[in-house]
Structure formats: structure tokens, C-alpha cells
T-cell receptor, first 113, second 110 residues
Framework: DGGITQSPKYLFRKEGQNVTLSCEQNLNHDAMYWYRQDPGQGLRLIYY???????QKGDIAEGYSVSREKKESFPLTVTSAQKNPTAFYLC????????????FGEGSWLTVV | GQQVMQIPQYQHVQEGEDFTTYCNSS?????IQWYKQRPGGHPVFLIQ?????EVKKQKRLTFQFGEAKKNSSLHITATQTTDVGTYFC??????????FGKGTRLSVIA
């Protein structure tokens, strides 16, 4: 079954802790993205990667880090430097220049307790 | 960077009424996409418009791309409770990330 898998779906973090959200895709897509969505708000771009071993900051990269060691994987780490991390995090992928459609994972809810 | 403004932010309708959301840009767009996000879910691709003046239909949904390619609309005829969710427009340019509007949240009262 092809698609994008995000895990965990729900995560609670204590203040001061780093947490990593997993994103795996078996669509053979080149580009992968992380978006943040706050309740009732739109999607804001955190980081994106267009090719393995390369990634770029999005509009709200502060307090986050990513890696792209494999084509199918693009994990996002929410660090303790992120002052307000409680949000819904969405991973997405796209085939590249030949692909117009963005496919989203089901998302991860992160709550700071 | 490229921005798209989407209005209204919220819309409450009675079941059976029509609904329209608008997406506007100050610059000419190469294309525009529409997504639907159900409550608690993730955005799902609906359609892409590319040509000036293009109109596409999906059952009760009608999508339009303006003649100047600076605006777009999504119209739902005779809304149903299954239409509830947030509708986003988005712009894709070359290999750059998708830029989303802030979305219109639709509530349908049965």
C-alpha cells in the first residue's frame, strides 16, 4: 500500500525535551516537506528537502531540525528551543518537477505538558 | 515570496445552501490547487487549474481560474454535511514548496 506514514499520531512532550516525528514514504518521491498547523490556522512550512542529503529552511524553521539521509525518510526533531511546539505536524511529499500533486501523511499531534 | 489570500475565513451555511471560497493573488499564478481537510484529518488534493478562465467540475464542486490567472474560486452547490471541513487553495511554482492560503472553514448546519 503506497503512501506517507507519520508516527506517532499523538505525542506528549515535557518542556525542555527534544522529540522526533517520523515521516516515511514509499512513493519514490524526491521532495518532502514538513508543515505546521495550529488550530483553525493554515499550513506553515518548516523545512523541505528536494533531494537526499539536502534540505532547506522554510518560513518557521527556528527550533526545528531535520535530516534526509534516505530518500524515503524525512524525520523532524522539535527541539527545546521551540517555544510553542504544541501543534499538528504534517509531512508531505511530491514527485519533483514532474509531479504536481502533494501527498500528505495523516499528521502528528504534539502537545507540550 | 508568493502569497495567496483566501476569503472568507469561516462560513456557516444551512444544509442545501451554496458555498463559495475565493483565493486571490497580487501576481499572476502559473497554476492553483485546491485541497480539502476534514476535521482532524489531513489535506487531500482536489484539483489543479492551469489555464486562464479554466472551469472544472467535480459533482457539486465547481472550480474556476480567473482570466488574469490572479484569482480562483471553489463553489459548492447544495451543501451537505459531508462537505464540512477546511478548503485550502495552494500555489505550486516549479520545484518550490507549495504555498497555501489560510483556508476557509465550512460548517454545515443540518
Amino acid at each position: 500500500d503506497g503512501g506517507i506514514t507519520q508516527s506517532p499520531k499523538y505525542l506528549f512532550r515535557k518542556e525542555g525535551q527534544n522529540v522526533t516525528l517520523s515521516c516515511e514514504q514509499n512513493l519514490n518521491h524526491d521532495a518532502m516537506y514538513w508543515y505546521r498547523q495550529d488550530p483553525g490556522q493554515g499550513l506553515r512550512l518548516i523545512y523541505y528537502s528536494q533531494i537526499v542529503n539536502d534540505f532547506q529552511k522554510g518560513d518557521i524553521a527556528e527550533g526545528y531540525s531535520v535530516s534526509r539521509e534516505k530518500k524515503e525518510s524525512f524525520p523532524l526533531t522539535v527541539t527545546s528551543a521551540q517555544k510553542n511546539p504544541t501543534a499538528f505536524y504534517l509531512c508531505a511529499s511530491r514527485a519533483g518537477l514532474s509531479g504536481n500533486t502533494i501527498y500528505f501523511g495523516e499528521g502528528s499531534w504534539l502537545t507540550v505538558v | 515570496g508568493q502569497q495567496v489570500m483566501q476569503i472568507p475565513q469561516y462560513q456557516h451555511v444551512q444544509e442545501g445552501e451554496d458555498f463559495t471560497t475565493y483565493c486571490n493573488s497580487s501576481t499572476t499564478l502559473s497554476n492553483i490547487q485546491w485541497y480539502k481537510q476534514r476535521p482532524g484529518g489531513h489535506p487531500v488534493f482536489l484539483i489543479q487549474l492551469v489555464k486562464s478562465g479554466e472551469v472544472k467540475k467535480q459533482k457539486r464542486l465547481t472550480f474556476q481560474f480567473g482570466e488574469a490567472k490572479k484569482n480562483s474560486s471553489l463553489h459548492i452547490t447544495a451543501t451537505q454535511t459531508t462537505d464540512v471541513g477546511t478548503y485550502f487553495c495552494a500555489v505550486l511554482s516549479g520545484n518550490t514548496p507549495l504555498v497555501f492560503g489560510k483556508g476557509t472553514r465550512l460548517s454545515v448546519i443540518a
